[in-house]
């Protein structure tokens, strides 16, 4: 049985991602969409569990798709869950040369690991999760890059930090 994980932050998820994950569910009897940390990255808009939540809502129709939640290394999942399969999405070229250096520090550090790219559909190819939520905040509208339950908590969200400010 093919068994592959689709890490990310998804902070929170788009139709990009969710175009990624619906191709490689095809290709793979059971795909693990999997919400992690880049360390690189502080200050998110939603912590882990509300991360989670977004991730069972936007997949809980599909059968051979399943969410988990993993803190440190890539690697260090892989090796816990015996899986040697990663799917990355690649928008860009730009997004070519840090996602060869990920490949090839992962496979460096567990050399059974294989990682599979899939082009994103175009329309979503030069979105991020910080272009929508900088979009939302200034007001202009998001539906065409979020579903509608991850544009209502992005709102929330910023409505709390708005009142801050
Ligand atoms: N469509 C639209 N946007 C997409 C997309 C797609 N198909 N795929 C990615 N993006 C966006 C994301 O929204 C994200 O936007 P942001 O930077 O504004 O948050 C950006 O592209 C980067 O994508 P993401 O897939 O979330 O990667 P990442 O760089 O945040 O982190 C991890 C990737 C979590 C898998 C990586 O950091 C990791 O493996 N961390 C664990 C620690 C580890 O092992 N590190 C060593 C790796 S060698």
Do not use: C
């Amino acid at each position: 049985m093919s068994i592959a994980i689709y890490p990310g932050t998804f902070d929170p998820i788009t139709y990009g991602h969710i175009d990624v994950a619906k191709r490689a569910s095809k290709a793979f009897d059971t795909l693990i969409v999997v919400a992690m940390n880049n360390s690189m990255k502080r200050d998110g808009l939603f912590n882990m569990e509300e991360r989670i939540e977004l991730l069972k809502k936007t997949f809980e129709g599909f059968d051979n798709i399943r969410i988990d939640s993993h803190s440190g290394l890539l690697v260090d999942y892989l090796k816990k869950t015996d899986i040697h399969v990663v799917v990355r999405g690649l928008r860009a070229v730009s997004d070519f040369e840090y996602e060869m250096q990920m490949a090839a520090a992962n496979k460096a550090l567990l050399p059974s690991l294989d990682t599979f790219f899939l082009m994103t559909d175009t329309q979503y190819s030069f979105i991020s999760s910080t272009l929508v939520k900088e979009i939302a905040f200034h007001g202009e509208n998001i539906d065409r890059w979020v579903p509608p339950y991850v544009k209502k908590r992005i709102k929330e969200k910023i409505d709390l930090i708005k009142k801050d400010l």
